[in-house]
């Protein structure tokens, strides 16, 4: 049913340590303050000393980069790193669904490298498509060109620098990736001085998790409370569970494999426990605040994402559809969609073996009436 890997994954975990020393100093804190906030959280005390863990894997970290500063924001600086901290690493290092399930830094790399050029555009482009999205996206079928490549980054929502960056990062990879992995192997080791009492706080979300279930599978559960309105004909009873420790507030769902026999894997954050569950996470997603529903209005103000919205009103439509409709690139679509579903103004459901989207009208009205109550007083 459920198995829990409590193991440190070192191949994400490094290069999320490294995309936090590229920000200010104190960032776990300040990062895991605005996640309380934003949902309304009040951390515990075991919370709170983990933050203080964190913090304190963070700052020797920095002392262990302090002469890297140049390389590291090379990598991993970014301007408005968004919620998973993640940076233009994670797509050159393909940091994706299959990094997850490697904690051998040294093993990963040697992987990467022997991979042929089409198998390294092709995970490219599925990292690029996905990044700074909380949602994953079907994998590219077929053979991927650097043209693909860089028609794919212009469409990103990116400054001109950020595409011209990754456009460098991709053309020059085999060089960068050799150079990125000293990096890792390094904040690996850092980890690896606090690995003990890491392993001992997976220990204890995997029993609050195993009393949560009760019996149900990981998989399931998610499919449940986060995606209503999809049945998904894939194996969901059979569940690989592993424990994000440094990105310690996240979770991930995703499936090992294309076919409907293929393994649900889910990656859960340390963080989740009694005091601070899924569900209070569930509890707030349609929950508005200021900082939301400014968020909110700048993907509407987007023409492409308010025509999605206004298409799906009626009927659902899949992402072909909507690219014919509208005149865009299926990977267009797929951003748009992935921010506006990130927002919850975007549900799915799923028909044979097609996606299809949906707007919410709760959402929506619920954004209606904040702006009501705020600027009209009613």
Known sequence: MNQFHLEVQYVPES?????????????????MNKIAARYGITPD??????VELLQEIEDAARAEFSRDAEDIRFFC???????KVESFANILMLAGSSALRENSVSKYCDELKNLSEAEYNKRFYDEVKVFGSRTADEETEGEISALDIFELIQQKDLTDAEKLHLQKLYIHHVEYCDKFTALM??????????????????????????????????????MKEFYI?????????????????????????????LSTSSKSIVSIGAIFNASISVGDLLKNLNSLNEDKVLLMLKLLADKSKFAILSATVNEPAYGAQLAS???????TISHHTSALMDQNLLTLDKVDTKVYYRANPD??????????KELLHE
């Open 77 to 83: 600086g970014m301007q408005n790193i968004n919620d």
């Open 363 to 372: 959402m929506i009205r619920a954004l209606v009436d904040y702006i009501k």
């Open 15 to 31: 290069i999320t340590l490294l995309n936090m020393v590229a920000q200010p100093a104190g960032f776990e804190t300040e990062y």
């Open 325 to 331: 409709m509208l005149g865009l690139t299926t990977a």
């Open 185 to 222: 192997e390094r904040s690996a080791k850092v980890i690896k001085k606090y690995e003990k009492k890491l392993l001992a706080k997976g220990k204890r979300v995997a029993e609050h998790f195993e009393g949560l279930l009760n019996g149900t599978s990981m998989a399931e559960y998610i």
């Open 229 to 257: 309105d999809l049945k998904s004909d894939r194996k969901l009873d059979d569940c690989d569970i592993y424990i994000s420790y440094i990105k310690s507030a996240s979770m991930g769902f995703f499936f090992d494999g």
């Open 45 to 50: 005390d075991e919370a709170k000393e983990y």
